[in-house]
C-alpha cells in the first residue's frame, strides 16, 4: 500500500490480480488508499506465535537496500517508531487472526502511522507470509506495487518486523520519507 506514489492503474491491478489469482503469493495486492479493500487470509494461531525474528529483520533491510542500489536509489534506514508501528500491526494480526493492510474496523496504515505521530508524506506498508526472508523478498519484489514501495525514492526510512506463525513468517514493512 503506497500514499503519494506515482504508480500506474496498470500497475495497481496487475499487482492485486497477481496476489488473488496466484494462492501460493504471500504478498497482500498494492493499493492507495486505507480503505482498499484487503486479501482475505487467516491466520491460525499456535504456540511460539508472535516471536520476533530480528535476523530475518536484518537481512529484509539488507536485501531491499540492495534492489535500491542497483537501480541508483540511495538506502533506507531503520525508523524506531515505524518499527513500533510495524510491531503493533504484525502482532494484531497475529492475535486476532487475520492478514491484511486494513484492521477488521477498517483501520488502515495511514491512519496507524498519524496515530503513532508519524509526519504524512510519502508512506507506504507492505506486507507479506512466507517461508523465510528470501521467499518473501522475491514474492515481493516480484508484485508490481511491492516493487514500486521497495524502490519509492522518498522513501528514506522503514520500519521492519518479522514474526514467526503457523503460516511462516510474517513481515510487515512501513515506509515513510
Do not use: C, W
Request: glycine content about 10%; aromatic content about 6%.
Amino acid at each position: 500500500m503506497m500514499h503519494k506514489t506515482s504508480l500506474g492503474l496498470a500497475a495497481l491491478l496487475y499487482g492485486a490480480l497477481l496476489a488473488t489469482a496466484t494462492p501460493t503469493f504471500a504478498a497482500t495486492p498494492a493499493t492507495v488508499s486505507d480503505n482498499a479493500p484487503d486479501v482475505a487470509v487467516a491466520i491460525r494461531t499456535s504456540p511460539g506465535e508472535g516471536r520476533e525474528k530480528a535476523v530475518d529483520e536484518s537481512a529484509l533491510l539488507r536485501d531491499d537496500n540492495a534492489r535500491r542500489a542497483a537501480v541508483g536509489i540511495g538506502p533506507m534506514v531503520l525508523d524506531a517508531r515505524l518499527t513500533a508501528v510495524a510491531r503493533a500491526h504484525a502482532l494484531d494480526m497475529i492475535a486476532r487472526g487475520y492478514f491484511g493492510h486494513n484492521t477488521p474496523e477498517g483501520v488502515g496504515p495511514f491512519a496507524r502511522l498519524k496515530a503513532a505521530g508519524v509526519r504524512l508524506g510519502y508512506d507506504g506498508e507492505n506486507l507479506a507470509i512466507d517461508a523465510s526472508e528470501h521467499a518473501a523478498e522475491e514474492a515481493l519484489y516480484e508484485s508490481p506495487g511491492h516493487r514500486a514501495n521497495t524502490l519509492e525514492r522518498h522513501y528514506a526510512k522503514v520500519g521492519i518486523v518479522a514474526m514467526a506463525t503457523s503460516q511462516g513468517v510474517l513481515f510487515d514493512e512501513e515506509f515513510s520519507d
